[in-house]
């Protein structure tokens, strides 16, 4: 098992920035990628970043390209999302996410989710 726990959400004005945190702990050693999703009310949830785990290759979104930097900090297995330029349609609970394969990293077949935390984007 994995844990995954998300912090540093909150409310933030638009053009700000905001930085997320995804600590894992547990049997971290079967993690190939750790993700950033994130699901709007009334919508699906939706991919955003994911960076792989061995060889740290990043995969983003068009939506955020450009403007949301997903790192690694090796010590302590802390996945970041870097989310500057924020606008509206950014409001959503993000989620961050364990998988114990490198493909498919952008769909949600992910093996292990955190409760999420909530980002508000305000106008």
């Known amino acids: 098992q994995v844990q995954l726990v998300e912090s540093g959400g909150g409310l933030v004005q638009a053009g700000g920035s905001l930085r997320l945190s995804c600590a894992a702990s547990?049997?971290?050693?079967?993690?190939?990628?750790i993700g950033w999703f994130r699901q709007a009310p009334g919508k699906e949830r939706e991919f955003v970043a994911a960076?792989?785990?061995?060889?740290?290759?990043?995969a983003y979104a068009d939506s955020v390209k450009g403007r949301f930097t997903i790192s690694r900090k090796y010590s302590g297995n802390t996945v970041y999302l870097q989310m500057n330029s924020a606008n509206p349609e950014d409001t959503a609970v993000y989620y961050c996410?364990?998988?114990?394969?490198?493909?498919?990293?952008?769909?949600?077949?992910?093996?292990?989710w955190g409760q999420g935390t909530q980002v508000t984007v305000s106008s």
């Open positions: 996410a364990a998988k114990k394969s490198n493909s498919g990293l952008t769909t949600l077949e992910y093996d292990y």
């Open positions: 960076i792989n785990w061995s060889d740290g290759s990043i």
């Open positions: 547990g049997r971290t050693y079967n993690t190939c990628a």
